[in-house]
């Protein structure tokens, strides 16, 4: 899915707030930091029946209490704006089922965070987290939220353990964006993790466990995600990282079906430029799901991920990019997604990024795709789409 880095943006008052810096500190170590952006998308796809136009404005201030005994609070509120020029989709500010091109602003974030004893930390409350499968997916104006009750402890050396549930969220791939709703139909997600890192190795890895319950009623869902990445020097100017990831869904309480997906990739960094492929296979009774997410798939596209193309199906993709300056970058992929049963998907991804300084950025977006005439029917045809976007973000 599309990357964007979660600063603030805005085209239309820039000089008004140019000289905003980094992070607000206020009197007695309270800290205000946010973010501004705007967006403009259009779509002239077969799959529509007109042209997209969509052009919306908003953001984030995000207020964080002082430290008192290890522990600080910390309040967001988000609001996202149409602006002109939206017809029939509109995705930036689809609120929900009914309240198309409509404003919204809520609290996405209410939590305490702190240390409860030694290495031994909670989370507690509203606020955005990054899982495989409960991410922000921050590709439009609303990154994704979740009311968490996490448990972190960092007692053995490079290794994070993390234990508990996730029972509502709000954001982009919420039901409704701007109001937290339950995950499942039963009381949410629970969750364990293990996290290694060790720069020195080169060697990163984690192994997640989440239990949905009540996911299809009244079935509870399992799902079992790890990966590796191994980077290794090759000369000063060259460097080689790999990498695996396994996912598999199971229900349970009785029921039989189950699915899985696996992974490799491997990137060449030479000099400033960068050399990719990754592959995604899936099998089994369930299809790929991307979770509450962008999901964490290698071979996820800007629009598409290995979820489009149901179970028994493959992908493959081939990325490259190019550090221009030291402001400037240029990356794209090329992914070829197979049904096991049907006509392929494509997709081409342009990526065009400017960073003016550590404040404003901004992103250019050109995606080739096709998405099938018949979700339920991979055999009938797809419809051929083109989108362009513009992203520019401000940090302050």
């Known amino acids: 899915m599309k990357n964007l880095s979660l600063a603030v943006a805005t085209l239309l008052s820039i000089s008004s707030i140019s000289t905003l810096s980094a992070e607000q500190t206020l009197p007695n ?14 779509d002239d796809g077969d799959s529509y029946e007109k042209e997209v136009h969509d052009f919306a404005t908003g953001g984030w201030i995000t207020l964080m209490t002082p430290e008192v005994k290890t522990f600080k609070a910390g309040i967001t509120l988000l609001t996202a704006q149409p602006l002109l020029g939206q017809n029939k989709n509109g995705w930036l500010t689809d609120n929900k089922e009914g309240q ?4 919204f602003s809520y609290i996405s974030e209410a939590y305490l965070t702190g240390t409860v004893f030694g290495n031994t930390s909670v989370i507690l409350g509203r606020k955005v987290i990054d899982t495989p499968f409960a991410n922000p997916d921050d590709i439009g104006m609303a990154p994704n939220s979740f009311e968490v009750y996490l448990v972190q ?3 053995i050396e490079n290794v994070t353990l993390t234990a508990g549930r996730v029972t509502k ?3 982009h791939d919420a039901p409704s964006r701007g109001e937290f709703q339950d995950l499942t139909k039963g009381d949410g997600v629970s969750v364990v993790a293990l996290n290694y890192s060790n720069e020195k190795q080169g060697l990163d890895a984690q192994a ?3 239990n949905l319950n009540n996911f ?10 790890g990966d590796f990445s191994y980077g290794k020097e090759l000369s000063d100017k060259m460097k080689l990282t790999v990498g695996g990831q396994f996912a598999q869904y199971k229900q349970k309480d009785g029921a039989s079906d189950d699915g899985s997906v696996v992974g490799a990739k491997a990137e060449l960094e030479i000099a400033d430029g960068t050399l990719g492929v990754a592959y995604n296979g899936a099998d089994g009774d369930i299809a790929p799901d991307n979770g509450f997410g962008g999901g964490p798939f290698y071979t996820s596209s800007d629009i598409t991920t290995i979820a489009s193309t149901g179970q028994k199906s493959s992908a493959l993709q081939f990325s490259a990019g190019y550090k221009l300056n030291e402001q400037t970058s240029l990356s794209t992929r090329f992914t070829t997604f197979t049904p096991d049963k049907g006509d392929d998907l494509t997709e081409l991804d342009v990526l065009l ?8 950025s901004l992103d250019v977006y050109f995606e080739s795709y096709k998405v099938y005439q018949d979700e339920t029917d991979f055999t009938i045809g797809t419809f051929d789409n083109t989108e362009y976007s513009l992203f520019v973000n401000y940090k302050f």
């Not at 198309?100 to 404003?103: G, I, L």
């Not at 299809?216 to 079992?224: F, N, S, T, Y």
């Not at 990024?353 to 404003?360: E, G, K, R, V």
């Open 29 to 42: 170590g309270w800290t205000l930091e946010g973010n501004w952006r705007t967006a403009y998308i259009s």
């Open 100 to 103: 198309e091109f409509t404003s």
């Open 153 to 155: 402890n960092k007692d």
């Open 169 to 171: 969220m709000a954001g």
């Open 208 to 210: 997640w466990y989440y």
């Open 216 to 225: 299809v009623d009244p079935v509870d869902l399992g799902i079992v995600y």
């Open 353 to 360: 990024s400017y960073a003016h300084n550590d404040n404003l």
